[in-house]
């Protein structure tokens, strides 16, 4: 089992370059099945995703690849329709490579979903999506078997009851659309990022897509008659981990392939006012700390502040006067980062969806386990302020995300080292 120790009271300097963006690529690469010829994804992040998104793609007869950064598809004939539980388990996007292989096939066999253990992966809207287009469903198992006669144009409302527009469900329904018969029309549609680009790659690809008004997508079936080489945007997520370790030790970081209008403005005003300040500079952005002040916010659906930046705000807020507050409205139960933040001496606790800090607190070095991506970022970061050697375990996390995270940090003067428990 490998570990992280980090030794923190460093300010860390330097530039770096954002690499691609995890989340977006996931999709686009579901989205490159569709296509009988080659697809090209350019800044493809090196994280374990990515290697799995291969993986996937193989086990369906598809030739895929990764060199020199981009990741090329050729799928001219899938051999098979089953994604095999071993692979599909390891992601989040699963239901969205089921809905391609479906549109691709007229049938797919897929598990549920995995990637982090704080939410449940709930994938009723993508089946909705694949019952709206003409499949037949049944699940058993762990698995979900879907079979159509014929895929035909279809409405479907992409919105969940409480949670905003599911971001998934309405790259389900856009695969699904892009191969159906006749027109689909997509509502209550996820504005992400990543419906952005997967609209993109659709478009590239000779299917007409195009939106009416600001939430509902307008999707003619045409069958993908081109490739494409399409470019994965920078990783949002992972500019706002470096630039909030910026802030948490009180250095200056230039990140390098990014801008402003990369982050959503939710995220802008809120860690503006937690102490990050960021500057547009030609290069990309330089991450400084400004004086911190505690913030009340809650998550959402972009423009919203994201879900995936609160566990690493919530370390920063730890050094604000004051008490913070913070409504989680995405993942009820994402407070995994809370254990370990409390054990290296932060005063921060939950009660159901709102969390509370109250700072600035001392940090000190502990023993603490990451157990998703995003708690084990912010423990990152919090190692990096406190005094003292932190030890973190479930750095395979972290690897799902983050490109040489141990590396990228040692270059901007952090004193952290891998080790295997036997080494310890």
Known sequence: MRRLLITGETSLA????????????????????????????????????????????RALGAHAEVADAAMTTHAADLRTTEIPGGLGTLIRP?????????????????????????????IDRHLAAMQAVGAEIRVSDGFVHARARRLAGFTFDASTDGHGPSLGATISALLLGAMASGASRISGASVEPEVEHTVGLLRCLGVPVSWEGTSTLEVEGRPPANGAT?????????????????????????????????????????AATAGLDLAQVPHGIRATRSEPAPVEFETGPHPE????????????????PGTSKVAERVYSRRAT?????????????????????VGPRTLSGAT??????????????????????????????????????PGTLRSLGAAVMEHSQEEL
């Open 230 to 270: 399409y470019t994965v945007p920078p990783d949002r997520m992972v500019a706002g981990t470096y630039a909030i370790a910026a802030a948490m030790t009180e250095g200056r970081i230039d990140l390098a392939g990014v801008a402003l209008s990369d982050f959503p403005t939710g995220f802008l005003k809120v």
């Open 305 to 320: 502040y994201p879900t995936d930046l609160q566990p690493q705000l919530c370390a920063l807020l730890t050094q604000a």
């Open 368 to 405: 603490v386990r990451g157990t998703d991506i995003r708690a084990a970022a912010a423990l990152v970061l919090a190692a990096l302020a406190a005094s003292g050697r932190t030890e973190l375990a479930g750095v395979e996390h972290l690897y799902r995300g983050y490109e040489n995270l």
């Open 14 to 57: 330097g530039r770096i370059h954002v690499q691609g963006s995890k989340n977006v690529f996931l999709h686009l690469a579901a989205a490159s099945l569709l296509a009988s010829r080659p697809v090209r994804l350019r800044n493809a992040p090196a994280i374990t995703d990515t290697r799995v998104c291969v993986e996937i793609a």
């Open 337 to 357: 980062h809370i254990p370990g933040l409390a054990s290296m001496g932060a005063d921060i606790r939950a009660v159901g969806d709102h969390l509370t800090i």
């Open 94 to 122: 699963t239901a969205c490579f089921g809905a391609a292989v479906l549109a691709r096939t007229g049938a797919v066999t897929f598990p549920f979903p995995g990637g982090d253990a704080f939410a449940e992966r709930l």
